[in-house]
C-alpha cells in the first residue's frame, strides 16, 4: 500500500517541489492550499506526471482559535486516512517595506496565526493514535531568520524563530513516541540562486525523511 503525504502549503514552488519528490517515490500526494482553482490544476500536473494526488482547500488563517483549520485536516485524515507524513509550508514572506500599514501588534499575530500556530495546529491534529501507529514524520519550512533575524522582514524573522523553537523542543519529545519532527531551515530566498532552486530544497526535506534523526537540516 503506498504511503501518504498531507502537503499544506501546495503551490508552484517548494511545496510542490516537496510533493512530487515524495510523489516520484511512491507516495500519494493530497495537496492542500486556500486556491481551489490553482489545486486543480495542480491535480492535473500531477495526474499528468504519473502521480497520484488528492486535493483540499485549507487555509491555515481559519479562525483565531484553529478549530476550522483542524476540522479540515481532520476531514483529510476521514478521506485519504492517517498520513505517513505531514508537511508544514505556509509563511508570509511579504517584506516589511513593502505594507502600507507598517508593522504593528495586530499585523504580528495575523502572521503568528498563520506561521507559526497554523502549524502548531497541524501537528496537533496530525498526532493521534494512528499517526504514532505509524511511526509518522512531520516535516516543517524553516528558515534562516530563525537564527539570523532582520528588521526589514520583522515578523517573518520572529516567526521562523518559533517554530524552530517549536520543532527542537517537540524533537525529542515526539522522538520518544517513534514520532519524527524536523526542519530545514532555508537560508535564502526560494529560486534566487541554483542552490535554492525548489527542487534542490526538495533533495533536502527527503534526506531529512530518511534519516530521521537530526531534528535540522540548515541549509
Known amino acids: 500500500m503506498k504511503k501518504t503525504i498531507f502537503v499544506v502549503g501546495a503551490g508552484k514552488g517548494l ?14 500526494v493530497v495537496l492542500m492550499s486556500r486556491n481551489a482553482e490553482n489545486l486543480e490544476n495542480y491535480k492535473a500536473e500531477f495526474d499528468a506526471e504519473g502521480i497520484e494526488a488528492e486535493i483540499l482547500v485549507a487555509d491555515a488563517a481559519d479562525a483565531a482559535d484553529g478549530r476550522q ?4 485536516l481532520n476531514r483529510a485524515k476521514e478521506n485519504y486516512g492517517t498520513p505517513d507524513v505531514l508537511f508544514y509550508n505556509v509563511g508570509i514572506t511579504t517584506p516589511d517595506d513593502a505594507l502600507s500599514q507598517g508593522v504593528d501588534a495586530e499585523l504580528l499575530m495575523q502572521r503568528y496565526q498563520i506561521d507559526v500556530a497554523g502549524a502548531y495546529t497541524a501537528v496537533q491534529t496530525i498526532m493521534d493514535d494512528a499517526f504514532v501507529g505509524k511511526k509518522g514524520s512531520i516535516l516543517i519550512t524553516g528558515g534562516g531568520l530563525a537564527m539570523y533575524p532582520y528588521a526589514g522582514f520583522l515578523p517573518l524573522s520572529m516567526d521562523k524563530a518559533a517554530l524552530r523553537a517549536m520543532v527542537l ?3 525529542p519529545v515526539y522522538k520518544e513516541k517513534g514520532v519524527f519532527i524536523g526542519a530545514v531551515q532555508v537560508c535564502d530566498t526560494i529560486g534566487a540562486s541554483e542552490k535554492y532552486m525548489p527542487v534542490n530544497i526538495a533533495e533536502k526535506f527527503w534526506k531529512l525523511y530518511q534519516n530521521r534523526s537530526d531534528a535540522e537540516i540548515v541549509y
Not at 15 to 26: H, L, P, S
Request: glycine letters at 10%.
Open 15 to 28: 511545496g510542490n517541489a516537496v510533493a512530487k519528490k515524495f510523489g516520484q517515490n511512491d507516495f500519494k
Open 69 to 72: 483549520f483542524a476540522a479540515t
Open 169 to 171: 523542543a517537540l524533537n
